[in-house]
């Protein structure tokens, strides 16, 4: 290639002439786009040759070199960080529940209690208004953001949460390893020792029954955020059918000392169209989580604990074993558990979080419940394990492993995928999880322990090897590899009453909801331009709607995935999906013309864990023919997904949950709105 | 983490080889009662290291570039430390996507309405340092009609190596790594003081841009929590640094030498 220092005085020129000629035409207001629509860039961004327009340069010598070549034992990185000396030493808690309020309570009353409108008045002690409700990305939209449905279902159950660090948390009891901060929910009350608590505590709630959490950001300021977090914050419900105003979206944040109030009607989708006026008891959601969802900090704001369960119960899911679908009862019997891993900084002990890395975060601290690796104590019987990947980046495939043998094949049951029981159970030896995905799963731990002999220990163990924060690869480890992982260890104990219902004998949960014909059909390219994460080749953007769907109406939306080199756990916002299908598109829509980065991976879909393939639709493992709310898109993989949007109006965001991705930003906003005909194919 | 094989256990938990094969049967329960991980993750001896201190350490690398205007200047200490940033990778002879990039950049610039140079500085930094000359860069900046407070960078390859990849534009597939044009898209975008720090999408729009950098430099000074506000550690009235050669870029920039 060239030397500049030796170049050629008319080539120089011509490099000139063509940026000249570029400038001209970006100063006329030419976007990137508009130069491929005139076909002067491909897509690929190459500038097509048009006299002197453009001009050939040689290719970069710049030399690669490995990552390994430029970390090193000090930095926060996967291989470096410090063990408890010991592991399976500590419980792993269940989080506390967080304690309805009275509308009396001071919390509650403070500035005003909850209302149909934002409380913009300005709270004198911070400058800005009481209720960061009505702002938008920071900034007050007034009028705005007023509760829907808010006087038809009026409010039966009222929370309080205070958003607050937490500088004494333990991961584990081994006083070698220091005491972290965290930023976490805490339980309601105003008490400096009412602290952040990571897995933040559950909350309970019941169909029918509305509800409001108040949640307070009193987070410390930003240069006390140890490294990593933002004191700006946005909750989102995850999974549960709310409005914009209350679903936490991640261009309504809200500042230190201000508050926000979460309203929700509590009704199944289709409450006001279809179904009204309670919904449509087949679109019941059952295990939800909540996290801060702030955009471009959602990473490192979950990471540092801003995340936990909430549990909605009805009629039939009731939390009581001798009722309704008589499911192990909440709590004894109910846990949820939340997966994450995470880095210790070699140098301090204390987590740390890469605010640099945009491409997908690994750790090596494997926490369930916010211990690492923890043991549980259970009886001889049926248990329900909610179990959700908190992120930020890794990929699980979950197997029990008997220790002492274990190639053991130890089957169990799943009920529900995110949050959403199935039909009837499904026997399984395994599942997968992206991040944000949740299985309910049944263990029989009587079965279980006549299947491991004398000794009581069974371990639920992360098999799917993951080398980097894009993707998994294609190697599913034996059990008990070196390079696998125990997330738990189960120990089972005496026999105790057992009044759940057997998985075994085939009970039925809700049917799906029917699949009627898609007013349109809409694709969306999850892919990488410039190493900026786009879809259809578009940027995320909190001021652009990028398209507007028709309120009451059903949409099929083909998600895309061109590459075998990344994977993206998809989510989007207010009502859920079904996979009607999963295809290997054979990479057919890279945009990469001329260049190929194709790795060795090969696309090698989750093979549904023992569950088998659905014979009614193409490639979609069994424990996803459900409803869902993430769906993983795998290697080189068309997924095409059926959808209603029901009920609510206003701005919804679809993203990649990979929160690395998700911050840097692989995400649109689109909108639901009535009477409007929006009729783009590829928004 | 703990990855124990069975034989492994087996050994920290103080059982011999030979008896394997009679503990499995006898399936005793105290063989899993500690499980230790390894010795070497076991270095307890933490150091009271600051996390700005470890954040400068890793990823601020103070390098010694030299600006369009040939001066000698040092990234962390005369051009990130204790300022607001906007930092990105390009070279002048990009024929696909650092044009549009940089006129993104420029339209924020103006967008942001005479805080480049006060209180929120921009830096470009040339992935071709061997063959961007601090005059090659003179004329990128000039023919995109750069405004003052926004500094175009060069300097020694291992150099320039090394800051691109602890700002984490880097790529383990080694083709991916070697295109330019990979790590011209993202933007970073930082309060050094604050340990504030993200990225945003350069191809995304100039408004969307400009309102992402304007909410990062100024949200944490909002509101408070009994009475605790942020406070300003000063970082608006940093002005340019000090160079060497007894200049400082901003300033340079402030009175209008760039560009000529």
């Known amino acids: 290639m060239a030397h500049f220092s030796k170049r050629n005085r008319r080539k120089e020129r011509e490099v000139q002439q063509a940026l000249?000629?570029?400038?001209?035409?970006?100063?006329?207001?030419?976007?990137?786009?508009?130069?491929?629509?005139?076909?002067?860039?491909?897509?690929?961004?190459?500038?097509?040759?048009?006299?002197?327009?453009?001009?050939?340069?040689?290719?970069?010598?710049?030399?690669?070199?490995?990552s390994s070549s430029f970390y090193h034992g000090s930095s926060c990185d996967v291989g470096n960080s410090p063990l408890p000396a010991q592991v399976f030493v500590d419980p792993m808690p269940i989080p506390p529940e967080l304690p309805t309020r009275p509308l009396t309570d001071p919390g509650l009353q403070f500035g005003a209690p909850p209302q149909l409108f934002p409380f913009n008045t300005i709270n004198p002690a911070t400058?800005?208004?009481?209720?960061?409700?009505?702002?938008?990305?920071?900034?007050?939209?007034?009028?705005?953001?007023?509760?829907?449905?808010?006087?038809q279902y009026p409010t039966q159950q009222y929370f309080v949460q205070r958003i607050r660090a937490n500088p004494n948390f333990r991961i584990t009891s081994d006083t070698n390893i220091p005491a972290q901060t965290i930023w976490g929910f805490n339980l309601g009350g105003s008490a400096a020792s009412d602290v952040g608590t990571f897995p933040a505590p559950t909350i309970v709630t019941h169909y029918q029954q509305p509800w409001v959490v108040r949640r307070f950001n009193e987070l410390p300021p930003q240069s006390q955020n140890g490294g990593f977090g933002v004191p700006e914050m946005s909750t989102h419900l995850h999974n549960f059918h709310s409005a914009p105003e209350s679903d936490g979206g991640p261009c309504r944040w809200f500042f230190r000392g201000q508050y926000f109030d979460h309203y929700h009607t509590a009704q199944q989708a289709g409450f006001s169209f279809d179904f009204p006026p309670n919904g449509d008891i087949r679109e019941s959601l059952s295990t939800l989580w909540y996290h801060d969802h702030r955009i471009d900090h959602t990473a490192e704001n979950t990471y540092k604990g801003l995340e936990g369960f909430q549990l909605m119960f009805n009629q039939f899911d009731t939390?009581?074993?001798?009722?309704?679908?008589?499911?192990?009862?909440?709590p004894q019997f109910d846990i949820p558990i939340i997966l994450t891993d995470k880095l210790l900084d070699p140098s301090t002990g204390l987590i740390c979080f890469d605010t640099f890395n945009f491409k997908g975060l690994l750790g090596d601290v494997q926490l369930a419940n916010g211990i690492v690796q923890p043991f549980f104590n259970v009886n001889k019987r049926r248990y329900r394990f909610r179990v959700l990947n908190g992120g930020p980046s890794r990929f699980y495939e979950l197997f029990l492993t008997d220790p002492l043998s274990q190639s053991n094949h130890i089957?169990?049951?799943?009920?529900?995928?995110?949050?959403?029981?199935?039909?009837?159970?499904?026997?399984?030896?395994?599942?997968?999880?992206?991040?944000?995905?949740?299985?309910?799963?049944?263990?029989?731990?009587?079965?279980?322990?006549?299947?491991?002999?004398?000794?009581?220990?069974?371990?639920?163990?992360?098999?799917?090897?993951?080398?980097?924060?894009?993707?998994?690869?294609?190697?599913?480890?034996?059990?008990?590899?070196?390079?696998?992982?125990?997330?738990?260890?189960?120990?089972?104990?005496?026999?105790?009453?057992?009044?759940?219902?057997?998985?075994?004998?085939?009970?039925?949960?809700?049917?799906?909801?029917?699949?009627?014909?898609?007013?349109?059909?809409?694709?969306?390219?999850?892919?990488?331009?410039?190493?900026?994460?786009?879809?259809?080749?578009?940027?995320?953007?909190?001021?652009?709607?990028?398209?507007?769907?028709?309120?009451?109406?059903?949409?099929?939306?083909?998600?895309?995935?061109?590459?075998?080199?990344?994977?993206?756990?998809?989510?989007?916002?207010?009502?859920?999906?079904?996979?009607?299908?999963?295809?290997?598109?054979?990479?057919?829509?890279?945009?990469?013309?001329?260049?190929?980065?194709?790795?060795s991976r090969g696309d090698c879909p989750f093979g549904g864990g023992g569950g088998g393939i659905s014979t009614q639709f193409p490639n979609v493992p069994n424990v996803e023919v459900?409803?869902?709310?993430?769906?993983?898109?795998?290697?080189?993989?068309?997924?095409?997904?059926?959808?209603?949007?029901?009920?609510?109006?206003?701005?919804?965001?679809?993203?990649?949950?990979?929160?690395?991705?998700?911050?840097?930003?692989?995400?649109?906003?689109?909108?639901?709105?009535?009477?409007?005909?929006d009729n783009n194919q590829n928004p | 983490m703990k990855r124990m094989t069975r034989r492994k256990w087996l050994v920290a938990a103080?059982?011999?080889?030979?008896?394997?094969?009679?503990?499995?049967?006898?399936?005793?329960?105290?063989?899993?009662?500690?499980?230790?991980?390894?010795?070497?993750?076991?270095?307890?001896?933490?150091?009271?290291?600051?996390?700005?201190?470890?954040?400068?350490?890793?990823?601020?690398?103070?390098?010694?570039?030299?600006?369009?205007?040939?001066?000698?200047?040092?990234?962390?200490?005369?051009?990130?430390?204790?300022?607001?940033?906007?930092?990105?990778?390009?070279?002048?002879?990009?024929?696909?996507?650092?044009?549009?990039i940089t006129h993104h950049l420029a339209e924020v610039q103006r967008m942001l309405n005479g805080r480049v140079g006060r209180d929120i500085f921009f830096y470009s930094i040339t992935l071709s340092p061997e063959e961007d000359t601090p005059r090659d860069l003179k004329?990128?900046?000039?023919?995109?009609?750069i405004g003052p407070g926004w500094t175009f960078l060069t300097g020694k390859p291992d150099d320039i190596l090394l800051l691109r990849k602890s700002l984490g534009f880097f790529y383990n597939d080694p083709k991916e790594d070697a295109d330019r044009n990979n790590h011209s898209g993202m933007v970073v975008v930082g309060t050094e003081p604050l340990m504030r720090w993200t990225m945003c999408q350069g191809g995304a729009k100039p408004d969307w841009i400009a309102t992402v950098i304007r909410t990062e430099m100024d949200a944490p000074f909002q509101g408070s929590v009994n009475g605790i506000r942020q406070a300003d550690p000063a970082v608006h009235l940093k002005a340019a640094p000090q160079t060497p050669g007894g200049q400082t870029p901003g300033a340079m920039h402030r009175h209008g030498s760039m560009p000529e």
């Open chain 1, 20 to 66: 000249n000629n570029r400038l001209e035409l970006v100063k006329e207001g030419f976007t990137r786009r508009d130069l491929i629509k005139m076909g002067l860039m491909t897509g690929a961004g190459v500038l097509i040759p048009q006299g002197g327009l453009t001009h050939a340069y040689g290719q970069d010598p710049l030399a690669p070199l490995s």
């Open chain 2, 139 to 145: 004329a990128f900046a000039k023919a995109h009609e």
């Open chain 1, 626 to 677: 459900s409803r869902k709310d993430v769906t993983r898109l795998q290697f080189d993989e068309d997924d095409t997904l059926f959808f209603r949007f029901r009920d609510f109006v206003g701005d919804y965001p679809m993203h990649c949950h990979n929160t690395v991705h998700e911050d840097h930003a692989m995400m649109l906003l689109f909108q639901v709105q009535p009477n409007v005909i």
């Open chain 1, 319 to 330: 939390g009581n074993e001798t009722t309704g679908f008589r499911l192990p009862s909440y």
């Open chain 1, 411 to 599: 089957p169990f049951w799943v009920i529900a995928d995110d949050g959403n029981l199935l039909p009837t159970p499904i026997q399984v030896t395994s599942f997968r999880l992206g991040v944000a995905e949740r299985y309910d799963i049944i263990i029989d731990f009587n079965q279980v322990k006549s299947l491991i002999g004398s000794h009581t220990k069974v371990r639920l163990e992360n098999r799917l090897e993951q080398d980097d924060g894009q993707g998994p690869t294609c190697n599913i480890f034996a059990g008990g590899d070196s390079k696998a992982t125990y997330c738990v260890e189960f120990r089972i104990g005496s026999a105790v009453t057992d009044n759940s219902v057997d998985p075994a004998t085939h009970p039925v949960f809700y049917q799906l909801p029917s699949i009627i014909t898609p007013r349109i059909t809409r694709t969306f390219v999850f892919d990488r331009d410039n190493g900026q994460w786009v879809i259809n080749n578009k940027f995320a953007d909190c001021n652009e709607l990028r398209f507007t769907v028709k309120l009451n109406s059903p949409e099929n939306w083909v998600i895309s995935n061109p590459r075998n080199d990344w994977q993206h756990p998809i989510h989007i916002h207010d009502e859920e999906h079904r996979i009607l299908s999963r295809v290997n598109n054979g990479g057919h829509h890279s945009s990469r013309s001329g260049t190929s980065y194709d790795s």
């Open chain 2, 14 to 100: 103080g059982a011999t080889t030979a008896a394997v094969g009679a503990a499995t049967l006898a399936g005793t329960d105290s063989l899993f009662a500690q499980e230790a991980t390894p010795a070497s993750k076991h270095n307890y001896n933490f150091k009271n290291i600051s996390p700005r201190d470890l954040i400068q350490q890793r990823h601020l690398p103070n390098v010694e570039l030299i600006t369009q205007d040939n001066q000698k200047v040092h990234f962390y200490n005369d051009l990130v430390k204790d300022k607001r940033v906007v930092i990105q990778f390009m070279f002048a002879r990009c024929k696909d996507i650092c044009p549009i």
């Open chain 1, 127 to 151: 400058g800005l208004p009481f209720e960061g409700r009505g702002q938008f990305n920071g900034v007050l939209r007034p009028g705005s953001d007023f509760f829907q449905f808010f006087n």
